[in-house]
């Protein structure tokens, strides 16, 4: 059974060992857990905290848009996706210098 972060406790760490974890000042540890073993590493901000429910709404609105692509590739080689980005450029640019 797992917990949520409102009912988790929270992770003390020494000195020492938010150093080695690359913890600076206030940051709050994130545990991981792999393969028998937790380690401790600067837990990720949340995306949103800082945003109004207006920016919020813009923000969804634009990813929900980027979503539709358009995607390219996947390329099976790095000079297939060389030659494809050299192409969209000579085509940009001819279209710039109409």
């Given at each position: 059974m797992g917990t949520t972060e409102k009912n988790a406790l929270p992770l003390v760490l020494r000195r020492a060992t938010r150093r080695k974890a690359?913890?600076?000042?206030?940051?709050?540890?994130?545990?991981?857990?792999?393969?028998?073993?937790t380690t401790a590493s600067r837990?990720?901000?949340?995306?949103?905290?800082?945003?109004?429910?207006?920016?919020?709404?813009?923000?969804d609105a634009q990813l929900t848009e980027?979503?539709?692509g358009p995607y390219h590739g996947p390329?099976?080689?790095a000079e297939?996706?060389?030659r494809?980005?050299?192409?969209e450029v000579r085509e940009r640019k001819a279209i710039k210098s109409k």
């Open positions: 690359g913890l600076k000042g206030e940051d709050e540890p994130g545990p991981k857990s792999e393969t028998g073993m837990k990720d901000a949340v995306v949103g905290d800082d945003y109004t429910p207006a920016q919020r709404q813009i923000i980027a979503r539709k390329f099976q080689t297939e996706a060389i494809f980005i050299r192409k």
